[in-house]
């Protein structure tokens, strides 16, 4: 089902949405947090409400991984959401975590170059090395050896975010199968995020 069919011009979800005043308490409070920071709902919110307790834990699993402290940067976790997402064809999250990445990384073209030919993306080393493990894993990961791993501690990784980067990787290859099943839409106020200067 095409996200621009003509019959379905307002589709966010092909299993419907459920609205945050429909949530239970603590998870309206929760997204009424991010609404404060945004302005707006992300429809990942809006599709998967219909669950609450399965909302509940992507919600916990998300901000374990991407709000903790240590480790990569918030702008490299981001990089690792949009290399894998685009390795998975996923818009939705392509256009989610590359309006995050444009703005965290205060770089307007790294979300695109590394979401359509991550390969080719002109990089420095550290990022070069993030995505490639982002890569392998979001592909074949059975094939993942010691020689991806020390790859990535040559160009300045240690251990610890390694593992990183292999737990946003795994935890996003779930949101993008998510987002395929539910035929998720982006909201249209990701898209201009962090490409136009603020004011």
């Known amino acids: 089902m095409s996200a621009s069919h ?11 949405v459920t609205e945050p005043e429909e949530l239970p308490e603590d998870l309206r409070l929760r997204v009424a947090a991010v609404v404060e920071k945004t302005g707006f709902v992300p429809n990942i919110f809006r599709a998967l ?29 981001e990089l ?30 790294l979300a695109d170059h590394v979401a359509t030919n991550p390969w080719s993306a002109e990089l ?8 490639d493990l982002a890569l392998v894993l979001a592909g074949e990961s059975a094939l993942l050896a010691e020689d991806d791993l020390d790859a990535a501690r ?9 593992w990183q980067v292999g737990a946003i990787t795994a935890f996003f290859a779930l949101s993008n199968r998510l987002a395929h099943l539910t035929a998720l839409r982006p909201n249209p106020e990701f898209h201009l995020m962090g490409r136009l200067p603020r004011g």
């Open 80 to 109: 690792v959401v949009v290399a894998t997402s685009g390795a998975n064809h996923c818009t939705y999250c392509v256009v989610a975590h590359g309006a995050v990445l444009r703005i965290r990384s205060k770089d307007a073209h």
């Open 6 to 16: 003509p019959d379905l011009p307002e589709s966010v979800s092909r299993f419907g």
């Open 49 to 77: 409400g219909h669950r609450p307790d399965e909302l509940r834990a992507f919600m916990d699993y998300h901000d374990a991984l991407m709000e903790s402290e240590g480790g990569l940067s918030k702008a490299e976790r």
């Open 124 to 131: 420095p080393p550290r990022q070069r090395a993030i995505v």
């Open 154 to 162: 040559s160009a300045g990784l240690d251990d610890e975010e390694i």
